[in-house]
């Protein structure tokens, strides 16, 4: 069995007096310190820099502020923007994808030894798929089509 109990307090102060009731001890734990000056909250006018204003659900329950005055986002969380349902879509490629071109040297590699398939990045100066130009994605996947319809036309022959 396992049981998880998780605890938010709004300042380091907070977290030391809910210490030292649980303990006994009338003082705070020693072995707290002070957080970092850069997480530290700011004048707090209710607005950032942007003129939000904070938000539990998205910024950090320490209400601190970046260097550059706005609210410090709460770990773990993503932005409401990319959560909603109104986000487009994301945009179809026009041509083939890094994806098909993996799909097209994987046949390749079935139907020869990875030596073969070298020897297709070798044509398009590359050493893996990654360094391959999208604008070259199309004639890579017909040479790996025309390498496996070799092999098959080759088979044939010797059948």
């Known amino acids: 069995m396992s049981v998880s109990i998780s605890f938010e ?17 009338a003082a ?6 002070e957080a ?10 209710g607005l950032d820099a942007n003129g939000d204003e904070w938000d ?7 209400r ?13 969380r993503r932005a409401a923007s990319e959560t909603t349902e109104e986000a487009p879509a994301p ?15 994987k046949n390749v590699a079935e139907a020869f030894d990875v030596e073969r398939c070298k020897e297709i990045l070798k044509q398009f100066h590359v050493k893996q798929i990654r360094g391959l130009d ?14 496996v319809s ?7 022959l010797f059948d």
Not at 56 to 62: M, N, Q, R, T, V
Not at 150 to 156: A, D, I
């Open 9 to 25: 307090f709004g300042n380091l102060k907070e977290l030391q007096a809910f210490l030292a009731k649980q303990s006994g001890d």
């Open 28 to 33: 705070p734990a020693k072995a707290l310190t």
């Open 36 to 45: 970092p000056a850069e997480e530290t909250p700011t004048e707090d006018t």
């Open 56 to 62: 539990a659900e998205i910024h950090d329950s320490k």
């Open 64 to 76: 601190a502020k970046t260097a550059a005055g706005v609210w410090r986002k709460r770990r773990g």
């Open 91 to 105: 945009k179809k490629a026009k041509g083939p994808t890094l994806d098909d071109v993996r799909d097209a040297l």
């Open 134 to 147: 999208e604008d070259k994605y199309a004639k890579f996947i017909a040479a790996c089509e025309e390498a």
């Open 150 to 156: 070799g092999e098959e036309e080759e088979e044939g």
